[in-house]
Antibody
Framework: EVQLVESGGVVVQPGGSLRLSCAAS????????MHWVRQAPGKGLEWVSL????????YYADSVKGRFTISRDNSKNSLYLQMNSLRTEDTALYYC?????????????WGQGTLVTVSS | AIRMTQSPSSFSASTGDRVTITCRAS??????LAWYQQKPGKAPKLLIY???TLQSGVPSRFSGSGSGTDFTLTISCLQSEDFATYYC?????????FGPGTKVDIK
């Protein structure tokens, strides 16, 4: 059974930093592109970032480019999101999502999310 | 970025109804479209990909159609567990983008 478990969400002040983690199990982690997708309270879904199976390629939404860094450790079946220079508009539930096989650009499994609140 | 719109934004329906949700892309995306269902407090669940391919384990009352810019999600006979918010997502180009969602609630 595929499982994705996010952690690391907390309350942080504007300008602060945070690292989110996602522990994956139930599939061959290093075969798949992985993504972060976020959802602000009461709002819709926003794609944040992706990393290729080997970490060699990364992409970011314009809203986080230059502030967030995605990474992975295939030896630990783990995905990370380093978040710097946080803004109030980064407040959201952050989901780790597994790319479907093939294109890798849609998501067949999601974690339950970890809540990041940026507030003074 | 490709902009996705959905209509209606919300509506009420009864168990047993046939319901259709529309998704439109701001430019052609071929069939690179997915549909997700999200229930309150839960993560999204993949229903359909490639515009019309049912994800494994998803009931056959769900179906998708369309290509280019106009797409539909149809639930042939609404069940109680189908009351949720539905999102479309294009994956034709980066950044992948989602529609704003359509909330289906009980009449």
């Amino acid at each position: 059974e595929v499982q994705l478990v996010e952690s690391g969400g907390v309350v942080v002040q504007p300008g602060g930093s945070l690292r989110l983690s996602c522990a994956a199990s139930g599939f061959t982690f290093d075969d798949y592109t992985m993504h972060w997708v976020r959802q602000a309270p009461g709002k819709g879904l926003e794609w944040v970032s992706l990393i290729s199976w080997d970490g060699g390629s990364t992409y970011y939404a314009d809203s986080v480019k230059g502030r967030f860094t995605i990474s992975r450790d295939n030896s630990k079946n783990s995905l990370y999101l380093q978040m710097n220079s946080l803004r109030t508009e980064d407040t959201a539930l952050y989901y780790c999502a597994k790319a479907a096989a093939g294109t890798g650009f849609y998501f067949d499994y999601w974690g339950q999310g970890t809540l990041v609140t940026v507030s003074s | 970025a490709i902009r996705m719109t959905q209509s209606p934004s919300s509506f009420s329906a009864s168990t047993g109804d046939r319901v259709t949700i529309t998704c439109r892309a701001s430019q052609g995306i071929s069939s690179y479209l997915a549909w997700y269902q999200q229930k309150p407090g839960k993560a999204p669940k993949l229903l359909i990909y490639a515009a019309s391919t049912l994800q494994s384990g998803v009931p056959s009352r769900f179906s998708g159609s369309g290509s280019g810019t106009d797409f539909t999600l149809t639930i042939s006979c609404l069940q109680s567990e189908d009351f949720a918010t539905y999102y479309c997502q294009q994956y034709y180009s980066y950044p992948v983008t989602f529609g704003p969602g359509t909330k289906v609630d009980i009449k």
